[in-house]
């Protein structure tokens, strides 16, 4: 399937900003099932000083605002083939250590109601791919989707406790709970195709869960499913702090506010 993607990000300073940095995570990742034909990133009211790949793999580009800008815009967008390979991303890359995703991070921390979650899973192991299915809709279960209740710093622990929650917070759980099973698990962010419909409020996320003989698997808790082709990977991480579509700092007493437009369409491919 071919995907194209348009995602733009606005910041709007009053007063004017006298100084920020933004780390931004937009670029998708090549890997199995997934290759960027064409991606381009830009900026006004800042500039580009250095990009990278991070510890996670992840394409980085760190930008600063420039003194006294109002407004900062990031556009980004470009065309994406992508294949279903039933969520099956493969085998692990980056310069993490695959012992690092079974370390529980302060969003997936386990408290008293994550651990009841995963326990009566705990003896289903023998059938590693069962289990983490089932543990996608046991979190499901527990915890309806309603957008307006949780925030990027709402932990597993307390979403579980509100039983409301967006996609985050689904993979946030399912993370830590992966976890408490011995199981390395990773947070993705990135975009996904919604039938029908061209604009969206936001990208989205789902976690990725360690199996022996397949390597890292997909599970989009909030849908029910594991990624198709309808997905694009864009960043990962131990928790979405890792795979934040953009993070900063900035200097200066000034307010500012956020608004994002993105859509994501199927084209067609020419034989």
Aim: charged share 20%; proline share 4%; hydrophobic share 40%.
């Amino acid at each position: 399937m071919r995907l194209a993607v348009r995602h733009e990000t606005r910041y709007q300073f009053d007063p004017p900003l006298v100084h920020g940095l933004q780390r931004l995570r937009l670029s998708p990742k090549e890997s199995h099932g997934q290759s960027v034909r064409a991606w381009r990133m830009e900026l006004s009211g800042g500039r580009v000083e250095v990009s990278y790949d991070d510890h996670n793999a992840n394409h980085v580009t760190l930008a600063s605002v420039l003194p006294g800008t109002s407004e900062l815009v990031i556009t980004c967008e470009g065309v994406v083939d992508t294949a279903d390979r039933a969520g099956v991303v493969g085998r692990h890359v980056g310069r993490l250590p695959l012992w690092a995703f079974q370390c529980q991070t302060p969003r997936t921390r386990p408290g008293a109601r994550l651990k009841a979650l995963s326990a009566p899973l705990a003896g289903q192991g023998e059938d590693r791919l069962a289990q983490l299915h089932a543990l996608s809709q046991a979190v499901l279960a527990a915890v309806a989707y309603a957008p307006g209740h949780t925030d990027v710093g709402t932990t597993a622990e307390e979403a579980l406790g509100a039983g409301r929650g967006v996609c985050q917070d689904h993979a946030h759980i399912f993370i830590g709970a992966a976890r408490l099973l011995g199981v390395p698990a990773r947070y993705v962010s990135g975009y996904l195709l919604i039938d029908g419909r061209t604009e969206q409020e936001a990208g989205h996320g789902w976690a990725e869960a360690h199996v022996d003989g397949l390597g890292w698997v997909g599970f989009d808790v909030s849908n029910g499913i594991s990624p198709d082709a309808r997905y694009v990977r864009v960043a990962s991480g131990r928790d979405y702090a890792e795979a934040a579509p953009v993070t900063g700092i900035t200097w200066g007493q000034s307010a500012s506010t956020l608004s994002v437009s993105l859509a994501v369409e199927q084209q067609a491919v020419q034989q």
